[in-house]
């Protein structure tokens, strides 16, 4: 199994702040990598895939980037809104596998 | 608008069985792959199962093989988890996830609420 590696599991930051989570994986799944946020109380929600495209309606100050083994997501300008747990996964091999999450709150 | 509305979830005993639906609604449910995911309490994400529209490819998770079924009824728009020999570690609350529309897009785009299951006498 493709193991992933997540950094940092948690993070404060400022409103207004550029944020950066990182997700390292043991095997090149080129870039089958999707990133997930999860509000406190709710469902994942999809925000990239393929490493760097934007789901749908998602705000364009959150980018992703990478591939090979190493992922970044960016989250500029930071809102109130981003509080949240963030996941990758990747899904280049069966099984499908995530990172152990990143929970971000606000400084 | 895409809705997935899970159930069945609930207080089992070691050893018991249980049967997960999820309804499904607003896109064409049998040309999409479906999917179970899980999340232990306060701990992350663990993909149980996948099936194909048609029920042509069907995968399992290490953790589930043998013990969990995963099955969908195109007409119903509903997907189905069979849970048996249930173990304290499959305590968790179940999502149904929709998977992307292309054949490469093994990720998840949609998901419901989750239905709760606890393993416990």
């Known amino acids: 199994d493709i193991q992933m590696t997540q950094s940092p599991a948690s993070l404060s930051a400022s409103l207004g702040e550029t944020v950066t989570i990182e997700c390292r994986t043991s095997e090149d799944i080129f870039t089958y990598l999707a990133w997930y946020q999860q509000k406190p109380g709710n469902s994942p929600q999809l925000l990239i895939s393929?490493?760097?495209s934007l789901a749908d309606g998602v705000p364009s100050r959150f980018s992703g980037s990478g591939s090979d083994t190493h992922f970044s997501l960016k989250i500029n300008s930071l809102q109130s809104e981003d509080v949240a747990s963030y996941f990758c996964q990747q899904y280049n091999n069966y099984p499908w596998t995530f990172g152990g999450g990143t929970k971000l709150d606000l400084k | 608008e895409v809705q997935l509305v899970e159930s069945g979830g609930g207080l089992v005993q070691p050893g018991r069985s249980l049967k997960l639906s999820c309804l499904a609604s607003?896109?064409?449910?049998?040309?999409?792959?479906m999917n179970w995911i899980r999340q232990a309490p306060g701990k992350g994400l663990e993909w149980v199962a996948s099936i194909s529209g048609s029920s042509s490819y069907i995968y399992y998770a290490d953790t589930v093989k043998g013990r969990f079924t995963i099955s969908r009824d195109n007409a119903k728009n509903t997907l189905y988890l069979q849970m048996t020999s249930l173990r304290s570690e499959d305590t968790a609350l179940y999502y149904c996830?929709?998977?992307?529309?292309?054949?490469?897009?093994?990720?998840?785009?949609?998901w419901g609420p989750g239905t709760m299951v606890t393993v416990s006498s």
């Open positions: 393929d490493a760097s």
């Open positions: 996830a929709r998977r992307g529309q292309l054949a490469s897009d093994w990720y998840f785009d949609f």
């Open positions: 607003g896109f064409t449910f049998s040309y999409s792959g």
